[in-house]
């Protein structure tokens, strides 16, 4: 007769097998600790040492402005090529060349993508 001892003495992983989940639990503890160790760290230094209020407010950016030579001139020309009365409302510089590139190459790459049929 088989006893009880070499029945569960066979049932029970030795080894290798026996410390794998230990193993796994042990290792997802210790991963769980290092979250919570660096959140409360990151809270902790967030706490001490605030931002300064002069980083806090927005960079104004000048508007760019036309120089009133320039400005002159452009109302000259329209004052020649329009007899009838007028008013200039806004006069705004064009676009860069490098935005009205990156407009056709993005326009190129629809084109291309756009082509391409799945079958």
């Avoid at 003495?9 to 160790?37: C, E, K, N, R, Y």
């Avoid at 109302?75 to 860069?96: G, N």
Wanted: proline residues 9%; hydrophobic residues 50%; charged residues 15%.
């Amino acid at each position: 007769m088989i006893s009880l001892q070499l029945i569960l003495a066979d049932a029970a992983p030795s080894g290798p097998q026996a410390a794998g989940w230990q193993t796994m639990l042990l290792i997802f503890a210790g991963i769980i600790g290092l979250m919570f160790a660096v959140r409360f760290l990151g809270l902790y230094l967030a706490a001490t040492h605030p931002e300064p209020l002069d980083s806090l407010k927005p960079a104004l950016v000048p508007e760019p402005t036309i120089e009133p030579k320039i400005l002159a001139v452009i109302a000259a020309t329209v004052s020649q090529m329009i007899p009838e009365p007028h008013r200039l409302l806004a006069v705004k510089k064009a676009p860069s060349v490098e935005s009205l590139m990156q407009q056709w190459s993005m326009e190129g790459r629809r084109a291309i993508y756009s082509s391409h049929h799945f079958r």
